[in-house]
């Protein structure tokens, strides 16, 4: 499975650096940090192996809920919490309706002393069914649609045919059903670009089209992120343009999964837009990027309808690939 894809210069002008050191005394700061969530969270982790990542990383136990957690109660509030509903495989329809964990998974997740998926009585894990009965969640972290593509690869790798296909099939209509149903039961939904997968030398062995191909169907599917984000006023963690494809730290045993130290990224970008972003504020916000690292540094950038010109998010993605090739270690993998 692929949360990604499988089967499936300078900085931007536009980028905002955050995470800067308030200056004391200043009346500025003070009312920025009255906007600041301090609250206990309870984070709920749904969609596919972008937050599903156990069976792909080296330490099984430090998965993306795992380091969620363990983010939040150490940076956030003690008390705060993260419940993985995400399931690997899973595709837009499998988080509307449900899905029957691969067996694979479920012995994997025992054999390793991890929690088993909450699955009914039928063997499906429903997560809706179950958000809807988890008692005072906070948080939605949804990321979702990698799958989707892979579906569209097994027929062409034809970037067109690609598009046509999985539009014909309802993705940006299904998605914002999605988004619309978790919404009504859980406000603060946090929408998730999925990652660009690691350039190899050789994608077709992954069945993974060119890496021009993949890097333009992130950028033809990124309005149905920031559509959404903008209609309903939610933050959007880009990991697109956080993960370098050319270091091999930042992806699991497979090109097209996580590794430990990228879900610590996404656990890092879930923490500050839990405690910056202002829900219900009737804005929309995108954040990416890695703490403490000059050449992608953690940014924010507000979405507007300047974002409609596909050009902007495309020469974006641009000079963050030229910029990880750039700072790439010795040991990786490309093409």
């Known amino acids: 499975d692929t949360g990604g894809f499988r089967n499936s210069k300078q900085p931007p002008r536009f980028s905002r650096p955050t995470m800067q050191k308030p200056e004391p005394n200043r009346k500025d700061d003070e009312k920025k940090k009255t906007h600041i969530n301090s609250a206990p969270a309870k984070v709920v982790l749904m969609g596919d192996s972008v937050l599903d990542t156990f069976y792909w990383i080296s330490n099984k136990k430090r998965d993306v809920r795992f380091e969620v957690e363990k983010e939040l109660g150490e940076n956030h ?35 390793n002393n991890l929690e088993p998926y909450p699955m009914d009585h039928k063997g499906i894990v429903r997560p809706l069914t179950l958000l809807k009965t988890l008692k005072d969640p906070t948080h939605v972290l949804l990321a979702i649609g990698g799958n989707d593509a892979r579906v569209a690869f097994v027929s062409s790798f034809d970037i067109n045919r690609i598009y046509d296909s999985m539009e014909k099939e309802g993705i940006i ?54 559509d959404i984000a903008k209609k309903f006023s939610l933050p959007v963690i880009d990991l697109a343009r956080t993960f370098n494809p050319y270091d ?88």
């Open 77 to 111: 509030h003690k008390d705060s919490t993260c419940i993985n509903y995400a399931v690997d495989e899973s595709q837009i329809r499998h988080v509307l309706y449900g899905i029957r964990p691969n067996p694979g998974y479920i012995r994997s997740r025992r054999w």
């Open 173 to 226: 209509q299904n998605f914002e059903r999605l988004v619309r149903e978790i919404k009504g039961i859980v406000p603060n939904v946090i929408l998730v670009i999925v990652y660009h997968p690691k350039i190899t030398v050789c994608p077709l062995l992954y069945m993974l089209p060119n890496r021009r191909t993949i890097t333009e169907l992130i950028v033809r599917f990124s309005p149905m992120f920031f």
């Open 248 to 335: 091999s730290l930042d992806y699991g045993s497979s090109p097209i999964e996580p590794s430990n130290k990228s879900g610590e990224y996404i656990a890092s970008l879930t923490r500050h837009v839990i405690q910056n972003f202002p829900f219900g504020e009737g804005k929309a916000m995108c954040y990416r990027g890695v703490k403490g690292e000059e050449w992608r540094p953690l940014t924010e950038e507000i979405i507007d309808d300047s974002w409609n010109d596909l050009t902007r998010y495309r020469e974006s993605i641009a000079e963050h690939l030229a910029a990880g090739r750039a700072n790439s270690g010795p040991g990786c993998v490309i093409s």
